[in-house]
């Protein structure tokens, strides 16, 4: 399992994020960046953030588990936000899928996504404890 670390010598965390997490030997699991699309490749929470940052968080649950991931496993997000207001706004959608020691966080605006109606898309970086990761079945 990763640790956390906040050092008093730079400026504390205001949100769900740690300043630093180190690697401890589990099985480290690079995902791909997710968006708001459901298992169809519907966009879900067309013009809502909230919504959409739901759905993110949701898809990549969904991945880690199937590896025998936890979202607590996440060391690091890299999340792309196409208004960086909106996104900062949902930040209490953020603390219903993780607690503290949050993962360390990256956040950036750009001009769009993919897809017009995608307003967010999330990479994750997890590692998985080895008792309890498993290789895809398929």
Not at 125 to 137: L, S, T, V
């Amino acid at each position: 399992m990763a640790k956390s670390y906040n050092p008093a010598t730079v400026w504390k965390p205001f949100g769900a994020f740690s300043m630093v997490k180190i690697h401890e030997g589990g099985q480290l699991v690079h995902l791909k960046g997710q968006v708001s699309l459901d298992r169809e490749g519907q966009v879900v929470g067309e013009g809502d953030m909230r919504a959409q940052v739901r759905q993110t968080l949701e898809n990549i649950k969904a991945v880690l588990a199937a590896v025998g991931g936890e979202m607590a496993d996440i060391v690091s997000l890299t999340q792309y936000a196409t208004d960086i207001d909106q996104f900062m706004a949902s930040g209490d959608v953020r603390k219903e899928f993780f607690s503290e020691p949050y993962p360390v966080t990256t956040t950036v605006q750009i001009v769009r996504l993919y897809h017009p109606d995608l307003q967010i898309e999330i990479a994750a970086i997890a590692e998985i404890p080895r008792n309890r990761f498993k290789f895809p079945a398929d």
